[in-house]
């Protein structure tokens, strides 16, 4: 199983960091090829942020300093960009809504991973999907949107932004390569000047046809379980709950 990226520094401990990961992953029940692999980017991680030295900025805050739980998920995705461009490996963008995940989704997000060393995924905050599709999205709450999308192998990390569009939270991140789906055209993304600046690339991969949250919610509503609670209301002049 190979390394994601060459990591230059102390290698004292990554040995042990790597067996520690994968007991643990092993324990949580997951497979060997997902453990070892989880195991190998720790031991590469702890080796690139400096080993044993960075041994005490990883012990967990107390409550009373805890950063809030809504900036928590950018502040690592922050340093992880920074520390896979430091070990010299490409850092990989990605962002949208994803509300209600679907294959369309799966398919951008796994393309994009196989381009760089690491996947940063952009996720609109609730109060932007809100502005952006209505008041009726999101369907899933932004938390939810998060854990669901870390589940996901091929992304590394998950940041949040709270404005329409990503440029403040890219002008952070920096990202070597800025994905996006095969149906926004590329002049149309306001963010692609800003990545551009930098030496960034903007690149659209292909989008599968027909996987739409609006589509997928549609139909849901239209179920026969879901149409038949409104006929029944109808009947007798409750609304289904």
Same mark, same amino acid.
């Given at each position: 199983?190979? #390394? ?49 030295? /960075? ?9 009373? /300093?805890?950063?809030? /739980? ?43 991973r196989r381009t760089g060393d690491c996947l940063v995924v952009c996720v609109n905050s609730d109060a932007s999907v809100r502005r952006r599709k209505g008041d009726g999205r999101p369907l ?56 551009? #600046? ?37 009947? /007798? ?5």
């Amino acid at each position: 199983m190979p #390394s994601p990226v060459t990591a230059e520094g102390d290698a004292c401990g990554a040995g042990d960091r790597f067996a520690a990961t994968a007991a643990g992953l092993l324990a949580d029940g997951e497979l060997v090829e997902t453990a070892v692999r989880g195991a190998v980017h720790a031991a590469t991680r702890y080796v690139a942020e400096g080993g044993i030295r /960075s041994v005490a900025m990883e012990i967990p805050p107390t409550e009373s /300093s805890a950063p809030p /739980s809504d900036t928590g998920p950018t502040d690592d995705a922050l340093r992880t960009a920074a520390r896979v461009r430091a070990a010299g490996g490409t850092v990989v963008a990605a962002g949208g809504c994803f509300d209600l995940l679907h294959a369309g989704h799966v398919a951008l997000l796994q393309a994009a991973r196989r381009t760089g060393d690491c996947l940063v995924v952009c996720v609109n905050s609730d109060a932007s999907v809100r502005r952006r599709k209505g008041d009726g999205r999101p369907l899933v709450p932004q938390a939810d949107r998060i854990r669901v999308l870390r589940a996901l192998e091929c992304v590394d990390t998950v940041a949040v932004f709270d404005e329409d569009t990503p440029e403040r939270l890219l002008a952070e991140l920096r990202p070597h390569i800025w994905a996006k789906g095969g149906d926004y055209a590329r002049t149309s993304l306001p963010e692609a000047p800003l990545v551009e #600046s930098w030496g960034g690339q903007v690149v659209l991969f292909p989008y599968l046809d027909g996987r739409s949250t609006t589509r997928i919610a549609e139909r849901a509503a239209l179920t026969p379980h879901t149409a038949g609670l409104r006929s029944k209301a109808a009947g /007798s002049g409750r609304r289904p709950r």
